[in-house]
Each structure stands twice: as C-alpha cells, then as structure tokens.
Nanobody, 123 residues
Framework: QVQLVESGGGLVQAGGSLRLSCAAS????????VGWFRQAPGKERAIVAA????????YYTDSVKGRFTMSRDNAKNTVYLQMNSLKPEDTAVYYC????????????????WGQGTQVTVSS
C-alpha cells in the first residue's frame, strides 16, 4: 500500500506560483509513476502531468507545458509540481496518484490517490 498526502495548495493571483508536494509513505515512491490530476467545478478529473519510475520521464498536458514542472526527491519520498505563471483556469482541486505502470494518462490506470489540495487563482 502507498499512502499519498498532498500539500502546498492555496490562493494566488494570476501570474503567481505555487509548489505542490505529494508525500508518500508505505512504499518507496521512486518505484512508481506519479501523476498529478486536477478537477475543476463541474468538470471531470483530468491528468496534468506525470513522472515515470526509472528514468523519470515526464509528461505534461498541453495547457501547462512550459509553466508546470514535475520533479522527484527520492530521499524525501516526495514528488513535486512546480506551477508558474498560474492562470484562473488552473483553479481546481489537485490530486496526486501513483501507479506501477510506466505510463499513466487516465484515472483508471492509477491505484493510489491522495485526498487533494485546492488551488485557486484569482484574476
């Protein structure tokens, strides 16, 4: 079992930055692909970014490319999502999730989920 806890959400003005953290316990997170998903009110949860186990290959959805960066700190068993140049449309609850698959782009591919952290970007 892997337990995931997100933190770092909050209220920020457009153009600002936040860094989300996903702290893992129970297993070493370096052996899992970790994804960040988000769900805005009235919308389905969708993937934002992912970092694969092994070579830490990263994936970003088009709307966040060049603004968001995922990274791992294996010593802290934590994965991060650095979010820069935030826009109001980035407002959502952000979830981290883990899978043993090398690539994961959909919710159904992820087995372990955190509780979510709210990100609100004001205009």
């Amino acid at each position: 079992q892997v337990q995931l806890v997100e933190s770092g959400g909050g209220l920020v003005q457009a153009g600002g930055s936040l860094r989300l953290s996903c702290a893992a316990s129970g297993r070493t997170i370096s052996g899992y692909t970790v994804g960040w998903f988000r769900q805005a009110p009235g919308k389905e949860r969708a993937i934002v970014a992912a970092i694969s186990w092994g070579n830490s290959n990263t994936y970003y959805t088009d709307s966040v490319k060049g603004r968001f960066t995922m990274s791992r700190d294996n010593a802290k068993n934590t994965v991060y999502l650095q979010m820069n140049s935030l826009k109001p449309e980035d407002t959502a609850v952000y979830y981290c999730a883990a899978t043993s698959l090398y690539t994961g782009r959909t919710e159904s591919e992820y087995r372990y989920w955190g509780q979510g952290t709210q990100v609100t970007v004001s205009s």
